[in-house]
Structure formats: C-alpha cells, structure tokens
C-alpha cells in the first residue's frame, strides 16, 4: 500500500501538467455525454415496476387513455345571471373542441329531449323486473287518473311554464322510478341542473370539462396545453368584453391533473437549480472562509466541477434520460465529495504549516491520508449502492449516480487535487504562499474533550439517552398529500371545487375486461349490486356505470319478457290509451297534445329486441357510453364503474369493505391513486428498511476489512449512534416526522459519519502518541467536512416541498451532531482507552518489578 501511493504521489510531482491537461480533455468527453441527457416527465415512470396494484393502475391508463380531466373554473359575479356569460362560455368551449390536444369537451348537461325519440321507445328496457312492478302500478287504471290529475293540479302552480315540457313528456308520473335508480349515478355533486350548465347551486362557479388526449403525467404536453389554453380564453374575454359593454368579466382559474403537474414540476424545476447553485456556492464560499486563500476556490471547484461532470457524462451514457426525482444528486454530491477535498487539503495545510516542503507535503498527505479518504469514499459510496435494492426508478437512480459520483470524486481527489497544488505552488516558489485552515472552534472543543474524556463521554450518554426518549415520541407521516408543495395553484383550486360541488373528482375505478361485450355487463350489474350496498352503508358516495344507462342483456330480455306477457292486461296498449285518453278530457286536457307522446311509449310497451351499443344510433349516446366501456387495443372489451368517495376525499387507507367487496370479484380490477399511494407507502418503508440494513452491513464489513478488529470497526459507528440518535431526538422535540422522502436520512447518514471517524481513527492509528495535537489538526478539517456537507444537504431545507424540507432539516441534525460526536465524543473513548492502557502497562510492569 506504502509503495502504491509513494507511485500516486511521485506521479502526481511529475506529471501534474499532464494530469491536467488529461482533465480538461476528460471534462469536453464528459460534457459531450452529458448534452445527451435528458429528464423523465413522467411519474409513473418512478413507480415499481413489478407491483401487481401499480401495474393494475398502469394498465388502467394505458387502456382507457387518461382518467384526469383539465378543468376551466369561472368565478361569475354576484349578482349576475349566468346566461348573461353564454357567448364567453361558448366560445371558450369552441375554442377548447377545435385543440387538436384536446379528445372531448363538457360543459353542458345533456337535454334530455335530444334524445326522446331514441330513448322513449325503449325506455322500459332500462328498467329491472322489480322497477317494472312500479311501473305496472302506475298504467293501471286508477294509477293513470290519478297522474292525470296530478299533472292539472301542477299546471296550476306558479311553477307551471317549468313543468309544461315534464307534463307533456311525463304523463304516468314515471320519473321517480327513474331518478330512483339514476340518483347513485351523480357522481355526488350539487348542480343547479336548471341552469342547463356545470353550475353550482350557488350560481357562482361553472365548470368547462375538458379531457386531453395524453396523460398529466407528460409534463410538456400539460405546459403546452396551459399556454394555448390561456391563448384561448384570452381571445374569448377580449370578444366578449367588446361586445357585452360594461358586464364585469368572470375571474377564471384551472384545477385538474394537468395543472397540478405542470405546477409541481415547475416548482421541482426551481428547487433543482436553487439547490445545484445554492449548494456549490455555499460550498466554494465556505471552503474560501475556511481556507482563506485564493487558490483554495481552484482546489475545490476543479475537483467538483470535473467530478460532477463525469457523472452527469455517465449518466448520460448510461441511462440517457433520468427521473426528476434524481435530478438533486447534484446537490447531493457537492456536499459529500467536498469532504475529501477539505481533509485532504486540510492535512497539506497543517504539513506545510510544520515547515515541510511542497514536496514532502504531498508525499506525507497522500501516504497518510489518503487511505482515510479512500476508506470513506468506499463506505459513502456502499451507502447509496444500496439504494438499488428499492424498486423505485427514481431512487435506485439516485443511489446509483451518487454512488458512482462519490467514486468519480475519489479519483478526482486522488489525481487533480494534488496536481493542481503542484501547478499553483511551483508558480509561487519565489514567496512562501501562506496557508491557513480555520477551525470554527474546533480546537478549542477537542481540547476540551480529550483533557477531560469521562466527563465528555458522561454528557454525550446522557444527550442521547435523553434524545432516545425523545426518539420514541417520533411519528411516521405515511400521507402522501404532506409531501406536495403548498400554494399550488390547480391544488387551491381543487379545493373550491370541492367545496363548492360538495364533490371532488377525485374518483376510483372498478375495471372488468372480458371476451365479449355481454360478459362484461353481465358481471359490470354484478359489481354495481356490491357498490349499491356500499353506498347504503356510507362506505363510498355514489358510483357510474354502463350497467346505469345500458342493462345487461338478459334483463332487457326478461323485461321483454314481462312487457308482453302482460300485453293482454296490465301493459296492454289499448287499454292504457283508452283510459289514458279518457282521463285527459275529464281534466281539461287536450289528448292532441300527446300526439307525438304516445306511438313513442307504445313502443316502449312493444319492445323487440334489448339495447345494445350497436343499436342505440345516437352519436350523442354513444359518445357518452364511451366513458364506461369500449374496445381495447387486445381486442377484448372494458367496462369502468367510477366510484366516489364519501365527504369528498378518500381516506388515508382505502375502506376495508370495498377492498373485501373487490376480493369477491378476483377477475376484475379495483384501482385508483390512492390505493396506488397506500401500495406505495408499504413499499417504501419495506424499502428503506432493507436499503438501510444492506448498507449498515456493507459499511461494517468494509471497516473491519480497513482495520482488522472489531474493536475498531466498532469505534467507527460511535459517530453515527450518537448522531443519528440525537436526530431523532431532536425530530421528534421540534415536532418534525419521518416520511417518505427523510426515511432514507439515516442511510445517507451512515456513510457520512462513519466518514469522520474513519478520518479521526486513521490519525489516531498513525501515531498514538501525538494523537493529542493531530486530532486537534483533524478535527478542524472533519467540522469542516462537516459545515460542507450541512450546505449540500441542508440547501433541501428551502424547498417549497415540505418533504425535501424535511430531508434538510433532518441532515442538519444528524449531520451536525455526527461531526461534532467525531471530535469530542470519537477522541474521548480513544484517550480514555489508551490511559486505561497506559495504566494497566504500568501496573504489569510494578508487579513484575515486585521480589515478593
């Protein structure tokens, strides 16, 4: 080993030109590698790709396209008429229909006698065995009197010029069976129906519906679509402002899926530069602090730059396209790979300081401490390998390209630091250049800590006893919802909405897939029947179905079957006429009036055959069924039942009775987002367990293969204990909680603090007994290893993402502590344990020396 790095130091005197010249070439190689990269817009791309409920998901979007819808919200004015904003509202609409990105647009509830003449013929037919029995009390002969004379007694209410249409279309009164049945199918939103629009009942807010044809999670596409959208609505304000005079203009804003992204990713976006900037500044500046020297900023930023280059080259290489949950490892590298630079900088300082030459400096450095830093950067690196035992894209990612940037840091350390200290110093041999390392206290609390090591190792027993009770307070936040940034626009919008409508759109899916298409809606009546139930008992809010508006066939068959059983008596035609006919003179009423009425319902009492998707004939129908069934691209058929949640927002853990209700339906497919993020959150602690284990024993047996006992593998993880306890602690005191993103802290941390003792234990084994002045050397450059890591990782802290804050403020702790544990805490243990030594030596020795 002696020889290897007496060969690293001779070659770095010699040929520190070359070496940087060979770096610079490397460098244009890396950039070249890194032009080529390119970020992952979409998120489902970051999910495991082996869970069965995460590919149900998958599938789902896959088949049907996208589930999210891009909302136009109008906040009218008060006191203003809704119809008043009927050309503004049309044409934003138009505007929308004719985007090519856009598949459909909603903003009006269909009128219902658009489709009279489709619908009344066979209207019967959408009715069961037992709706049908209402239907028969209500074309007896007294059932139809009594309607009869309901409908005069309407007419002659105040309401009368409403009720014309439902009189003249309605006359046995058959509307309730069918807003009956009809009511699970509202989706749970409070309308003002009359209005003809998605209106609020308070008149206040309208909704324009809009369904693009790729998902939200393609972010260009959703920022593309928002730039022509507001193009759209600007144009159709303008117009309406000319024309309308002096009617105050709607405030109009955007919720749905597409917003929400687009906002997120421009908020990742802002937090990924700020971060990469904010760190390697803070970095630089504080390294020109510690240093106070010029050429210190070329020392650290050549290294930095060209490590940081080679990995992004790598990546660009290697992967070509990261996740935008990778995309921080820069921030991350810039703290951690600053820490080689400081301590071996740091050494050549305190040599060069002793009256050394340049030369023998570097010799020195490179013999002494170099193995430290090899040491750690292997461990470090082990850490985030062990990354990859998640199934997370984005963070196996991460792992990796931080793993492997900690090892290109390494060889950057190993080969351009000393060479550019060889370059700069051989141009300044006239002049001594003056070299400095400040210790930020360091000195002073070392020096405290080895001149009184029980009463240090005392306090530190008691801290983290004191944090270990602390720590049994800390909760684990598993809602997904914490982790988003605050003041997203779509998200405040959302809300409104919610408020608003009594209803969010934030549904679930039951998905059926089958060979034919009356398997699929014999087994979709099946899943609705479940779904009844759940609704009575409050488990869910309603649901939709294509069993709602298109029974199964063999009920239309066996309502075929009742209609003309009962052709002689109870639903015989001329019997209804006659009686019908009869019961409108006597009330006052025109029977012509009903001329275009009656054949449609005589043929609803004659059907001959059930409806079917290829007989309903009304493109508008058809349109509408599209929602929930159709044609899959394996040639197969889709029913979708969307299904709401009670309250407007779904629980933490989706219910139990609807997850045992789609247990009893092993063919289909139950999914949503949220079940996605509860899948997910099992996962990712499962995850992080494993992660933090493979890298605890990873680092364990790297140290016993560096120091060949087990007391000393021991003594490296005393940093760590001591850290990561008071984090926790201190988490938990500040009311701060693990989630899904800082859960993984205390792997990073690992790596990290058993860096510093790894540096404090490499001088202490050099040389025991000047152990007391060189860990007072030592020291100063691990607090500032230290401070550089605490700006790498604690730039999170400003994220507008409550869960990189998180990441932040958890790292300060930990970080913090494990540094200042490395030089008081790390010292204390090896100065007691060579004066118990020393003791038990001297005691051998008077024994010995004793004639009795």
């Not at 063999?554 to 009686?579: E, M, S, V």
């Not at 003179?585 to 012509?592: H, L, T, V």
């Not at 009775?657 to 990712?684: E, F, M, Q, W, Y």
């Not at 007994?769 to 450059?781: D, I, V």
Request: charged share 20%.
């Amino acid at each position: 080993m002696t020889r290897l790095l007496d060969a690293l130091a001779r070659l770095c005197l010699r040929h520190s030109k070359r070496i940087a010249i060979l770096s610079v070439v490397v460098a244009l190689i890396a950039a070249w590698g890194a032009s080529r990269l390119s970020f992952d817009p979409d998120l489902l791309n970051l999910i495991p790709q082996k869970n069965k409920q995460v590919n149900d998901f998958r599938k789902a979007l896959s088949d049907l396209g996208t589930i999210d819808y891009h909302i136009i919200v109008l906040d009218l004015p008060e006191k203003h008429d809704i119809h008043e904003y009927d050309s503004l509202i049309d044409a934003i609409a138009e505007g929308y229909r004719k985007n090519p990105r856009i598949e459909d647009v909603s903003y009006k509830i269909p009128n219902p006698l658009d489709f009279i003449g489709d619908v009344l013929p066979r209207a019967l037919l959408f009715l069961t065995p037992e709706e049908l029995k209402q239907v028969e009390t209500k074309l007896s002969d007294a059932g139809i009197r009594e309607s009869v004379a309901r409908n005069r007694a309407l007419l002659q209410t105040p309401q009368s010029f409403a009720l014309k249409t439902l009189v003249q279309y309605d006359p046995f009164n058959l509307l309730p069976i069918y807003l009956n049945k009809f009511k699970l199918s509202g989706g749970g939103f409070k309308m003002d129906a009359s209005s003809g629009y998605y209106l609020s009942s308070d008149h206040r807010m309208l909704l324009i519906l809009t369904k693009p044809r790729r998902p939200a999670q393609d972010v260009p596409f959703g920022k593309a679509l928002l730039q022509e959208g507001a193009l759209i609505e600007a144009n159709a304000l303008k117009n309406f402002q000319q024309s309308s005079g002096e009617t105050p203009l709607p405030v109009i804003s955007h919720t749905g899926g597409y917003v929400i992204a687009n906002g997120d990713a421009d908020l990742i976006r802002y937090d990924v530069i700020v971060n990469i900037i904010g760190s390697v500044i803070g970095v630089l500046a504080l390294f020109l602090y510690a240093f106070r020297r010029t050429a210190s900023l070329g020392y650290a930023g050549a290294p930095l730059v060209l490590g940081l280059l080679l990995t992004f080259g790598m990546a660009g290489f290697v992967y070509g396209q990261l996740s935008s949950a990778s995309a921080g490892f820069a921030a991350l590298l810039a703290g951690l790979g600053i820490d080689f630079i400081t301590v071996l900088y740091g050494r050549y300082v305190d040599e060069r300081n002793r009256g050394e030459a340049m030369q023998q400096a570097i010799v020195t450095t490179i013999r002494s401490t170099m193995p430290g830093v090899f040491i750690a950067a292997i461990t470090t690196a082990a850490t985030f390998y062990a990354f990859l035992a998640t199934d997370f894209r984005g963070m196996s990612q991460l792992g990796m390209l931080t793993g492997t940037g900690i090892v290109f840091f390494l060889l950057c350390v190993m080969f351009l630091l000393p060479a550019l200290i060889v370059l700069s110093e051989r141009r300044e041999r006239r002049k001594a250049p003056k070299l400095y390392l400040h210790s930020f206290g360091a000195g002073r609390i070392i020096d405290a800590s080895i001149a009184r090591p029980k009463a240090t190792i005392v306090a530190w027993l008691v801290f983290i006893v004191i944090c270990g009770g602390l720590a049994t307070r800390l909760r684990f936040s598993d809602n997904i919802q914490d982790l988003r940034a605050k003041g997203n626009p779509g998200v405040v919008t959302q809300a409104k909405i919610t408020d608003k409508f009594g209803q969010s759109f934030d549904f679930m899916m039951w998905v059926i897939e089958g060979k034919s298409l009356d398997d699929v809606l014999d087994r979709t009546q099946s899943a609705t029947q479940e779904l009844s139930g759940l609704v009575d008992d409050r488990t869910i809010a309603s649901y939709q179905s294509i069993a709602t508006f298109l029974p199964p066939r063999d009920q239309q068959l066996a309502t075929i079957a009742a209609l003309h059983a009962g052709a002689n008596d109870r639903f015989n035609p001329k019997r209804i006429h006659d009686t019908f006919i009869a019961s409108l003179n006597e009330n006052g009423f025109k029977p012509s009036a009903y001329d275009d009425y009656w054949p449609l319902f005589e043929k609803a009492l004659q059907p001959n055959e059930p409806v079917t998707l290829a007989n309903l004939g009304n493109p508008d129908l058809l349109k509408l069924s599209e929602r929930f069934v159709k044609k899959t691209p394996r040639g197969t058929w889709m029913s979708v039942i969307y299904f709401y949640p009670a309250g407007g927002k779904w629980p933490r853990e989706v219910p139990q009775k609807l997850l045992d209700a789609a247990n009893r339906h092993p063919n289909d497919i139950v999914t949503g987002v949220n079940l996605v993020s509860g899948t997910l959150r099992r996962i990712v602690r499962n995850d992080a367990k494993n992660a933090t284990i493979i890298g605890f024993l990873a680092v364990a047996v790297l140290m016993f293969i560096s120091f060949r006992t087990v007391k000393m593998t021991l003594l490296t993880f005393v940093p760590f204990v001591a850290g990561a306890t008071g984090m926790l602690g201190l988490m938990a005191l500040f009311n701060l909680e693990f989630n899904f993103m800082n859960i993984f802290v205390g792997l990073m941390i690992i790596g990290v603090a058993t860096d510093y003792a790894v540096y404090m234990l490499q001088r202490y084994v050099e040389n025991p007994a000047t152990f007391h002045k060189s860990a007072h050397e030592t020291g100063k450059a691990i607090l500032m290893a230290a401070l550089t890591a605490i700006v790498g990782y604690g730039s999170f802290a400003f994220s507008h993402y409550p869960g990189l804050r998180s990441i932040g403020y958890a790292s300060f702790f930990g970080i913090g502590l494990s540094g200042i544990a490395a030089i008081t805490l790390l010292p204390a243990i090896l100065v007691l344990g060579e004066a118990k030594n020393g003791n038990d030596d001297s005691a051998h020795r008077a024994r010995a020396a004793d004639p009795r």
